[in-house]
């Protein structure tokens, strides 16, 4: 296994010092109610990096009441969005000036690779918070010219505490995703991060504080999901929960909704996205595309293309250059700067994605490449193909959230729609075709709520996300989300000097 760069190493990295380990509320960094911490590790040796305060249900009701007054009497919602947006622009410059801190936090703490989340994670949330500064000073309702002696106007308010809840595959990036356009809207938050990655949410709290969020518009509730989650989803004082995560929790927070006040509910959820790859494809573009969208941050993706989809004038090449492009695909410290893939986040993670591959290879799928763990130690996948896969088998069926690709042929344009819609799933579908009418019928076909053609993983601020089908409800990102934030009131006056009364 690849050395740990821990200390002063060959690379003259050095691991930060954890600053924030408590619950921030109401502006201040704060012990649980109960004292309790639980640790967080570090998913190269399933070692402990540190222990965090853990929120349950009292600290829960501690941040709501903090938004809550934050809302409801605070200046947040009430001064302009211009001056809302500036604040929001102080905050994406402070993650600037701590790039290289928070970069490597996250990477410690989900294995994620450094190199990626310096380049992109870190560079891609301080945009996004500029995107939604932009768009606070310009959220306005409709004028309506109604029957003759009335006329009518809509104001777009905010939505008022919000709950969010994200996952641990992509830690930064999912908060951002989730606060920036409340934050734009004029809420205020109560959000959870993930229990596996709770660092780098805990450090922008601070800087969120630095900036000059007031007291209570943002809390960070470290926790875990089935206590401080569902604290959350069924909170009467919380008037809307913005989720990322599996399909079943999604459905558990729906519930409590229904069971408690029934605030609206937005949820990206899982995914088993296809990529379908035509006969008249650049071979190498496609090979190297189709290793990209599954073993990108080491599967651990929710828009991961893991069906694989390869006409047959193409299929037996493809399968012999992915199988020789696997090889180049480096795993190890996700501290090296040669290293693509790191570990799993952690052991839960590891074996479920370990169990599918055993599924796989009982159910009668090919295993060309990969199939094991990597290393001595920590929570290493090898890149793992399957060829030979049946739609029917449960590797083609569930989100795997792991390096596992499965290949499948296709002849025809039609079949290949057919099959890849074959999912419960909607989230996002890839194509690779030089034929623009090919290209243009699949995206019309397929139920997703993102279609890349000749790419994958194009995302931008401006590009709305979510799913279609058990993939999810409401968009993520784009002018789009604000939405999930902002509800209509209407306002109603009579015009009484009109010569119609
Ligand atoms: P999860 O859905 O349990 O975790 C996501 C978030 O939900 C975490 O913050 C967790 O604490 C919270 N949560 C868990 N139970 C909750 C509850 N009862 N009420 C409220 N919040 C709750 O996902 P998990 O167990 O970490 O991963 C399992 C599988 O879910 C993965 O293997 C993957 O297939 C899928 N997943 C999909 C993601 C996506 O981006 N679509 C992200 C994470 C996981
Ligand atoms: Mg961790």
Redesign the pocket.
């Known amino acids: 296994m690849a050395a740990q760069y821990n200390g002063d190493s060959e690379n003259g990295l050095k691991l930060p010092q954890v600053k924030f380990t408590k619950l921030f509320i109401n502006g201040e960094f704060v012990d649980s109610v109960s004292g309790k911490t639980f640790e967080t590790i570090d998913p190269r040796t399933g070692e402990t990096i540190t222990r965090v305060a853990e929120a349950v249900k009292e600290d829960i009701d501690l941040a709501v009441k903090a938004a809550r007054e934050a809302f409801d009497n605070g200046i947040w919602p009430r001064m302009s969005g211009y001056e809302r947006g500036r604040i929001m622009c102080k905050f994406a410059d402070l993650i600037e000036e701590n790039k290289e801190e928070l970069a490597l936090l996250e990477s410690w703490d989900s294995g994620k690779v450094l190199s990626f989340v310096r380049l992109r994670d870190v560079r891609s949330v301080a945009k996004t918070l500029r995107y939604y500064a932009g768009a606070a000073d310009k959220i306005h309702g409709e004028t309506m010219k109604m029957g003759g002696e009335l006329q009518g106007y809509t104001l777009k308010e905010p939505i008022g505490v919000v709950g969010q809840?994200?996952?641990?595959?992509?830690p930064l990036v999912?908060f951002f995703m989730k606060v920036s356009p409340a934050l734009a809207a004029g809420c205020t938050i109560v959000i959870?991060?993930?229990?596996?990655t709770p660092l780098t949410a805990l450090f922008v709290a601070d800087l969120s504080k630095q900036a000059g969020i007031p007291p209570g518009v943002l809390n960070v509730v470290p926790?875990?999901?089935?206590t401080?989650?569902?604290a959350?989803?069924s909170h009467m004082e919380i008037d809307k929960v913005a989720?990322?995560?599996?399909?079943?929790?999604?459905r558990?927070?729906l519930q409590?909704s229904g069971s408690s006040n029934l605030k609206p509910v937005s949820l990206?959820?899982?995914?088993k996205s296809p990529l379908i790859i035509c006969d008249d494809a650049d071979l190498d573009m496609a090979v190297d595309l189709a290793r990209l969208a599954v073993f990108t941050n080491k599967g651990?993706?929710?828009v991961a293309g893991s069906r694989v989809f390869v006409q047959e004038g193409i299929y037996d090449e493809f399968v012999k250059r992915s199988a020789e492009k696997a090889k180049s695909w480096v795993v190890g410290d996700p501290f090296d700067p040669n290293v693509l893939q790191g570990p799993q986040v952690d052991k839960?993670?590891f074996n479920?994605i370990l169990s599918y591959i055993e599924h796989g290879k009982r159910e009668g799928a090919t295993l060309l490449t990969g199939g094991k763990p990597w290393g001595e130690k920590g929570y290493y996948v090898e890149p793992t193909i399957f060829t030979d896969v049946e739609e029917d088998m449960l590797i083609a069926k569930d989100?795997?959230?792991g390096p596992v690709m499965s290949l499948m042929k296709f002849k025809t344009i039609e079949e290949a729609i057919q099959k890849a819609n074959n999912t419960r799933y909607g989230?996002a579908a890839g194509i690779v075709t030089n034929n623009l009418n090919i290209a243009n019928t699949v995206s019309r076909s397929i139920r997703a709520g993102v279609i890349w053609i000749n790419c994958y993983f194009a995302f931008d601020d401006d590009i709305p996300f979510g799913g279609y089908k058990m993939s999810g409800i409401g968009r993520d990102l784009g002018l789009q989300a604000l939405e999930n934030y902002l509800q209509i009131k209407s306002v109603v006056t009579p015009i009484y000097d009109s010569p119609w009364l």
């Open positions: 809840i994200i996952p641990w595959n992509y999912m959870k991060p993930a229990e596996q926790g875990f999901g089935q401080a989650g569902a959350i989803s989720f990322t995560g599996s399909t079943e929790v999604g558990l927070i409590a990206e959820l899982g995914g651990e993706i929710c839960k993670q479920k989100e795997i959230f989230l």
